[in-house]
């Protein structure tokens, strides 16, 4: 600051991450962003929050203090699927744990707090994302306060936020009081009540079940019947007792389009969902339908005395908008104060390019359509062209090979609804499930030609994908796949069936195997066709609603009969906001109307359960023979037991250090302690391990 001349920060990024100056690092786009609109930046890294020495170290900024977890929630960068404390850290330089406090964003704002009293604090990042209203928290198995209440901060940005952080950062600039900037798309706040001139839309009980008549709201279900009689619609008592001046109508009302931008849905009550896991649904159903920007309204939800007041999601980023943000001078390398330490995940994106945000697969375990959106927002050609070349020109190491050229999903660049008018009047939470939707564009033409002129580069020796390919979406373009397996895999390529049955297949909105058949037929097909011996590697989801013991076992026996042996097995993991972790909680499904007498869900609870799923996964694993013949015998399967070729695990238990490869080797003395297996995923050494080859092969 005082080489630069600066008295005084504009505004100061606090984050629970290294800094590094990449854009594929949030707290690097937002403080690039607001520098070229010409604010003056700083960034606290990874501040000791046992004090606020480090959060005063930049004094205080004279607009407000930005505070975000990272690049991953601080709950899930800590802990496991089973709540194990996780040894390493790869947003750290050394990889190393325990740099951020548990619940990083709610921490840092309070240490903000207590070293500037006056000074307002903006959360943002995807840990305040996922947590802008009250949300199932897998970690203390309850249902939180929105993280807004709890950090008591002044706002909350959600998604990618550049567009609402730069209007903000303007408009207090020019001498606005925050707390009258309460129309911003993409942020949450709260209020002492609904505006006079508002409709509020009351949902905060279970809709009743009837009939719907088209063209009205999805939610709606006696919109006929009022219709006829719109004086039949009751009011809602008003909150506490308190006044209400503004109109207020039931849910199952129709409320005319024009009125759209001044309606507000009442969802149930943070203190409802936290005592109904059924209202929770409830909720969890009108937050995902109410997440198009082209239709959806604000909601509301009480908070003790306040209002919570989530706004509509942000208008997406045009092409020219996604080109500037990502063509910003980044240095693309960590801060020279961290010397020459190892931080992880820069070494794993140093040398790759987001092409895309967002995603329109609407997987229920997944949190990117609630963070980014639905909507493909995608960058021109030669705006990714020209970061190709800056990397292979400046950054250090680079030896010709771009490690990934995707986003959240590598095969949706360009990918869009073939009316404008229909996807913003769209509801569906996938546009591929349960099948592709005719008016979604599915020509792979553009993302072919971006992967052919970025190999065509000088200096550039291959171009990998690494980001998971949306196979049902691959299928519809033959080509995309050809030039996928010819030019693009290095040997193995991951994609992500998640799960076989239809049970679990149907609570995650995912593609049924056939779609994998046919990839595998056409990947294989042109694999040959180039000379190249590739592999798919399928990676699939243990313990997910839906998912019964059964189901799994199905699973197992795939695998074996398919000759893969997982490494590395995950287990669901209830991530705050997401529909499945709705039905995790509740055991209603989200995904249609919530009724106390609707669709009751499977769910793999209890420590037991989920060690049973993820066994299953891992079948070759002599640690997990005990517990898979258990529930072998269990299940009436004990004919699965056994030491032939048509059995899924011995009847023997191999003891020592090795794992002995017959019975009668079992019966060898051996020391008598546990077991442990080989690893058999990927080699370290690369893609060339003949021992690997034979056993993909298998």
Known sequence: ????????????????????????????????VLESHGFKVGIIAQPDWRSTADFARLGAPRLFFGVTGGN?????????????????????PGGVAGKRPDRCVIVYSQRVREAFKGVPIVLGGIEASLRRIAHFDYWSDQVRRSVLVDAKADLLVYGNAERQIVALAERLDAGEALANITDLRGTALLRRAVPDDWIEIDSSELDTPGALAPPVDPYADEAARLAAQPSAAPARAPAEGSAVAHQVVRFFRKVPNAAREKSVIRMPSFERVSEDAVLYAHASRILHLESNPGNARALVQRHGHAELWINPPPIPLTMGDMDAIYELPYARRPHPSYGDAHIPAYHMIRFSVAIQRGCFGGCTFCSITEHEGRIIQSRSEDSVIREIETIRDRV??????????????ANMYRLHCKSAAVESACRRPSCVYPGICPNLNTDHAPLINLYRRARALKGIKKILIASGVRYDLAVESPEYVKELATHHTGGYLKIAPEALAEGPLSKMMKPG???????????????????????????FIAAHPGTRDSDMLELALWLKKNGFRADQVQAFLP????????????????????????EEVVIPKGTRVRRLHKAFLRYHDAENWPLLREALRRMGRADLIGNGKHHLIPAYQPVGPRAPTSPRAAGRRAPAHSFRTQHTGLPKSGTDSPRMKTRAKR
Not at 80 to 87: C, M, N, Y
Not at 514 to 537: D, N, T, V
Request: aromatic share 12%; net charge positive; charged share 20%.
């Open 1 to 32: 600051m005082h080489a630069l001349g600066w008295s005084q920060c504009d505004i100061i990024i606090v984050t629970g991450d290294a800094y590094v100056d990449h854009p594929s690092f949030g707290m690097a786009i937002v403080g690039r």
């Open 72 to 92: 991953m929630d601080s709950m899930v960068n800590r802990y496991t699927a089973d709540r194990r404390v996780r040894s390493d850290d790869a947003y750290t």
């Open 396 to 409: 250090p190491g680079f030896t010709g090979v771009v490690s990934d050229l995707g986003g959240p999903t």
């Open 513 to 539: 195997v056939g779609a994998y058949y046919k990839f595998k037929e056409q990947f294989e097909k042109y694999s040959k066709a180039a000379g190249k011996e590739q592999y798919l590697i399928p990676y």
């Open 575 to 598: 991530s705050p906001m997401a529909t499945a972790t709705a039905m995790y909680h509740s055991g209603k499904n989200p995904l249609k109307r919530v009724t106390r007498g609707s």
